[in-house]
Nanobody, 124 residues
Framework: QVQLAESGGGLVQAGGSLRLSCAAS????????MAWFRQAPGKEREFVAR??????TYADSVKGRFTISRDNAKNTVYLQMDSLKPEDTAVYYCAADRFNHNYDRRTLLDYGYWGQGTQVTVSS
């Protein structure tokens, strides 16, 4: 059974940093397309960042502030979040693509596995 487990969320002041982790179990996701999404209260879940074996893409709202990376040996994907803003407050979800496509995919239905989410709160 595939499981994705996020960790690293918390409360941080504006301008601060957090690093989220997504540990996968049940299968190996070496260089497999993975992504981060987020959902703020009262809003739809939205794409944040995606990583494949040769591509990293970001939502315009986080470009230059967030960095997605992976450690294949640990079957783990990370999201380094710097210069955080109050509007980054949301539950952050890790997701694995349904297919091994090496191009940008940003819709929810593209992803077949999801974690339970981790709360990130940025105070002003």
């Amino acid at each position: 059974q595939v499981q994705l487990a996020e960790s690293g969320g918390g409360l941080v002041q504006a301008g601060g940093s957090l690093r989220l982790s997504c540990a996968a179990s049940g299968r190996t996701f070496t260089n497999y397309p993975m992504a981060w999404f987020r959902q703020a209260p009262g809003k739809e879940r939205e794409f944040v960042a995606r990583i494949t074996w040769s591509l990293r893409t970001y939502a315009d709202s986080v470009k230059g502030r967030f960095t997605i990376s992976r450690d294949n040996a640990k079957n783990t994907v990370y999201l380094q979040m710097d210069s955080l803003k109050p509007e980054d407050t949301a539950v952050y979800y890790c997701a694995a693509d349904r297919f091994n496509h090496n191009y940008d995919r940003r819709t929810l239905l593209d992803y077949g596995y999801w974690g339970q989410g981790t709360q990130v709160t940025v105070s002003s």
